[in-house]
């Protein structure tokens, strides 16, 4: 590998991803833009591009084997290597998801994207993360998968939701196995919460903007070697689990 870091943003094409990809790039390093829709994703190149970064496209589509297996391949020709991983991409499933009237299928179908997804590209590109001096690898939670914070009276959580709520609390302990396991590599692995942002996932419903939501993915990206691992953390600092 060069001396340049390289990263991948999984779901970059727009939003917070998009604004994780923009960070990063700022910082000299080389961004590989991962997301399905082509035309989406060569658009955020260009504009990145034009913003000065060192991007490149990765199509990806996290729910598939092959198409995770291509990516990592991919990011080997290109770039020789990675150093960060940031987990970004991530679907609701729509709403409502009641536990008692949701469909079974929509559960399946968050969770194979949101947690299941982030076990297959990990895996997939930890080879190449081993190789590195100093890698990192973030998880895009939220803080409304703490268990906490969900059963603390008083504070409000938003709707009931038994498939994407859900799926962040997986996702938050998947984190923590990852971090057990990979303790004495150097790898940090940590989730992190973007707050209430203002994306097409909430429908623009959110109080931050992608710009603001992203700090907190670009910090865990750049902790320094020691850093945290294995943690949950927002802008303001540690979330309850």
């Not at 658009?43 to 990516?71: C, H, I, M, W, Y």
């Not at 429908?203 to 865990?220: M, N, S």
């Amino acid at each position: 590998m060069s001396g340049q870091t390289i990263a991948l943003v999984t779901g970059a094409n727009k939003g917070i991803g998009y604004e994780i990809a923009a960070g990063l790039g700022s910082l000299g390093w080389r961004i590989g833009v991962g997301a399905r829709d082509r035309q989406r994703r060569d658009t955020a190149v260009e504009k990145l591009r034009a913003a000065g970064a060192d991007a490149f496209g990765v199509p990806l589509d996290v729910a598939d084997d092959a198409s995770v297996a291509a990516a990592a391949e991919l990011i080997t020709d290109r770039a020789g290597g990675l150093d960060v991983l940031v987990n970004n991409a991530a679907i609701t499933g729509g709403m409502p998801q009641t536990p008692t009237t949701v469909d079974p299928a929509t559960v399946r179908l968050v969770v194979e994207t949101n947690v299941i997804g982030v076990i297959r590209v990990t895996n997939a590109m930890l080879p190449m993360l081993r190789g590195s001096a100093s890698p990192r690898i973030v998880n895009m939670s939220s803080s409304v998968g703490s268990l906490v914070l969900q059963t603390t009276p008083g504070i409000d959580m938003g709707p009931i939701s038994a498939a994407y709520v859900a799926s962040k609390t997986f996702l938050n302990a998947v984190t923590v196995q990852y971090a057990k396991e990979l303790g004495d590599t150097g790898i940090l692995v940590n989730s992190g919460c973007p707050g209430f942002t203002a994306t097409d996932l909430n429908g623009f419903q959110g109080v931050r903007t992608p710009h603001q939501g992203a700090a907190i993915a670009i910090r865990l990206a750049t902790l320094p070697d020691g850093g945290p691992t294995g943690g949950f953390f927002d802008d303001g600092g540690t979330v309850p689990w």
